[in-house]
């Protein structure tokens, strides 16, 4: 059974930084592509950034240059490096992965509970 638990989430002022980490867990053959989605209640979830397995990264265009995604294949984890924050990126961030439970499985999508980012104007 996989796991995806995120954390470092918290209440910044404009202007301050944050660092999330997501770690996977469980039965893991393989991770493709894992992600940072961001959902803000009343809106649909949408995405951050994401990096695959060969480190090709892809941001939303009001994050670039601010943010950077990383990811450390040999522990299963992402970490999403946050600087310059503004109001409108808070939200709660979820972090994302496709993984393959076995040689015989499929690639699967699995979420993590999310962690809260706050940003005071």
């Known amino acids: 059974q996989v796991r995806l638990v995120e954390s470092g989430g918290g209440l910044v002022q404009t202007g301050g930084s944050l660092r999330l980490s997501c770690v996977a867990s469980?039965?893991?053959?393989?991770?493709?592509?894992m992600g940072w989605y961001r959902q803000v209640p009343g809106k649909q979830r949408a995405l951050v950034a994401d990096?695959?397995?060969?480190?090709?990264?892809n941001y939303a265009d009001s994050v670039k240059g601010r943010f950077t995604i990383s990811r450390d294949s040999a522990k299963n984890t992402v970490y999403l490096q946050m600087n310059i924050l503004k109001p409108e990126d808070t939200g709660v961030y979820y972090c994302?992965?496709?993984?393959?439970?076995?040689?015989?499985?499929?690639?699967?999508?699995?979420w993590g509970q999310g962690t809260q980012v706050t940003v005071s104007s």
């Open positions: 990096i695959t397995n060969s480190e090709v990264r």
């Open positions: 469980g039965n893991i053959f393989s991770i493709s592509t």
């Open positions: 994302n992965a496709a993984i393959r439970e076995s040689i015989r499985s499929y690639y699967s999508n699995y």
